[in-house]
């Protein structure tokens, strides 16, 4: 069984930054297209960034554009999320997930992403 862990959140005040990791450890069988979701309290998932199984290609939220990146790491499913200029709305908590049928090379919607983690809280303080 294939488990994704993230690592990397915490408090930090508004204009730095943070930088997300997330591992899969088990049987992975091949790459996934890998992305990041957030939820704030009282307030529904919504997409963040996604990459394909190859690197290739991103998509980003239009609130995070240009101040978040994404990116795959040297195992074979690891991604990255570095977050800069952070603000007090990025306060959430953001999931890491794995779209392991790879049908979509950039999916946005949550409900195309299979295996998810666990969650790591990301706090900005004014």
């Known amino acids: 069984q294939v488990h994704l862990v993230e690592s990397g959140g915490g408090l930090v005040q508004a204009g730095g930054s943070l930088r997300l990791s997330c591992a899969a450890s088990?049987?992975?069988?091949?790459?996934?297209?890998m992305g990041w979701f957030r939820q704030a309290p009282g307030k529904v998932r919504e997409f963040v960034a996604t990459?394909?199984?190859?690197?290739?290609?991103?998509l980003y939220a239009d609130s995070v554009k240009g101040r978040f990146a994404i990116s795959r790491g040297n195992g074979e499913n690891t991604v990255y999320l570095q977050m800069n200029s952070l603000k007090e709305e990025d306060t959430a908590v953001y999931y890491c997930?794995?779209?392991?049928?790879?049908?979509?090379?950039?999916?946005?919607?949550?409900?195309?992403?299979?295996?998810w983690g666990q969650g790591t809280q990301v706090t900005v303080s004014s």
């Open positions: 088990g049987r992975t069988q091949s790459t996934y297209v």
């Open positions: 997930a794995a779209d392991t049928s790879g049908v979509v090379p950039t999916p946005v919607d949550h409900y195309e992403y299979d295996l």
């Open positions: 990459i394909s199984w190859g690197g290739g290609s991103t």
